[in-house]
């Protein structure tokens, strides 16, 4: 198994998970590159870090943002290994561990709830903002607004009505937009 591999497979669990919003191996202002994180509702945010060697496993506790972990992202976090790699009392205190054996990711430890703290919400923000920035640079000359308004065009071109199959913006499920 490869890490690209791993991460894909981190990537659908959060999504199973219940993260509605997920990116995978972008950087943010502090320096760190999740492999994976995603968003739930009321903000929550966790975070899923891939890991196919004992090495690698290893060097990673040396990050300053491991070292220092009220400056990381997540408000949960969790290792991805292969079945075997890391035993669970090597687990940084408070940190989950997934395991990948049979086709199928298993919860071997949970992780807290709450470890992210201002510093790393403030990291978190930047790396969506900066996700967004990239979005809007490949739809220029278009602005993500515009992006965001295509069913709005999409009426107009059909007469007032949304072609069949298509749901109003205002009908599509996000249960980002719901109060907590």
């Not at 009321?42 to 300053?64: G, H, M, N, T, Y």
């Not at 990291?123 to 069913?151: C, G, H």
Request: charged share 30%; proline share 6%.
């Amino acid at each position: 198994m490869t890490h690209a591999q791993l991460v894909e497979k981190a990537v659908r669990w959060l999504r199973a998970y219940g993260c509605g919003v997920i990116l995978s191996e972008q950087a943010c202002v502090s320096g760190e590159m999740p492999d994976a994180i995603g968003w739930k509702r009321a903000c929550q945010s966790v975070l899923v870090e891939c890991k196919i060697s004992r090495p690698d496993f290893l060097i990673d506790r040396d990050k300053p943002f491991r070292r220092k972990p009220e400056t990381g992202v997540g408000s949960e976090r969790f290792y991805l290994v292969p079945a075997g790699l890391v035993r669970r009392e090597e687990v940084p205190a408070g940190w989950g561990l997934l395991e990948y054996r049979n086709r199928k990711i298993e919860v071997i430890l949970r992780s807290v709830k709450n470890f992210r703290t201002a510093a790393g919400f403030n990291s978190e923000m930047n790396l969506l903002l900066a996700s967004l920035r990239r979005v809007e640079i490949r739809i220029e000359p278009q602005t993500i607004t515009d992006f965001l308004k295509w069913k709005n065009r999409m009426a107009e071109y059909n007469r007032g009505s949304l072609p069949e199959g298509i749901l109003a913006a205002e009908q599509e499920p996000n249960p980002f937009l719901a109060s907590d």
